[in-house]
């Protein structure tokens, strides 16, 4: 559904994305891990046309978007979460949704069907005529999510929806992913919070200073010794083999 081939973005004398490669199937939730700055936001900046590469080519259901615009991009069923949720405050919840189902939906009354019903999917089906402003950090992650599925996407970029939620919440979200899957939307996303990644994802792919250094099955990817010297540092995987032989 997804193809990034050799992707490389360049800031100056930094090299934020390093000829990195990754594929999304129909159907899964993949996830894109790895340390702060290793370049995962840049990866996603790209593959949703915010960014442009410097090199490579990014396909979406055999189709090159390289470079193409957001607008153009979500058009074709490709949308994407930003990490810092920013409603539109004079809004209500159902009228935030309704923005996004609006690519869709010419009419008003369309879109503001459309987005009740996206509402109740990802769990907000009580805070619809609430004001936007007034959401605690998890309705914030919700909206944005209802926000993107608003739009149709049939492949969706998560970026760190998780982030700042308390486990009981994680543990809601998680669940919502899996439905939003289960209704036929590819996902992939950037996740800090591994417990998540373990049981939401069927694989991922490990970015560090730019590079793709790993890819497989997140049990797999968490006792890898490239993976672990990734994040803990040089030496890491030998210290920690140590400390388990002599536990
Ligand atoms: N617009 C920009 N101009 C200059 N440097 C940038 C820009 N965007 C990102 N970078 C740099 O590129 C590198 C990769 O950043 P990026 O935000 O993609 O990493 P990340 O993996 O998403 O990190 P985090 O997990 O902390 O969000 C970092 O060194 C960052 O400082």
């Known amino acids: ?25 129909e159907g899964r939730i993949v996830a894109l891990i790895g340390p702060n700055g290793a370049g995962k936001t840049t990866l996603f900046a790209m593959i949703g046309g915010f960014v442009r590469p410097d090199m490579g080519e990014i396909r979406f259901r055999d189709q090159d978007i390289t470079g193409h615009a957001p607008h153009a991009i979500c058009r074709l069923g490709l949308t994407r979460t ?61 909206l944005e999510l209802a926000r993107a599925l608003a739009t149709e996407a049939k492949l969706l970029l998560l970026d760190e929806v998780m982030a700042g939620l308390i486990p009981s919440e994680i543990v809601e979200i998680v669940a919502t992913i899996r439905k939003i899957r289960d209704s036929g939307v590819t996902i ?59 536990a």
Do not use: C, W
Not at 7 to 21: E, F, H, P
Not at 218 to 230: G, K, N
């Open 1 to 25: 559904m997804l193809t990034v081939e050799n992707v490389t973005k360049r800031y100056g004398g930094l090299v934020a994305v390093n000829d990195a490669s990754l594929k999304v199937q």
């Open 188 to 246: 992939l996303l950037i996740e800090h919070v591994m417990q998540a990644v373990m049981s939401l994802s069927e694989e991922a792919y490990v970015l560090n200073q730019g590079r793709m250094i790993a890819h497989g099955t997140p049990q797999q990817l968490v006792a890898d010794p490239t993976v672990i010297e990734a994040y803990l540092g040089h030496g890491a995987a030998d210290r920690l083999q140590q400390e388990g032989a002599h």
């Open 82 to 142: 930003f990490q810092i949720v920013q409603p539109f405050a004079g809004l209500s919840v159902l009228e935030n949704i309704a923005v996004g189902a609006h690519l869709r939906h010419k009419s008003r009354a369309d879109a503001l069907e459309r987005a009740a019903m996206i509402g109740e999917q990802v769990g907000m089906g009580r805070m619809l005529e609430q004001s936007a402003q007034s959401l605690t950090v998890a309705g914030r992650k919700r």
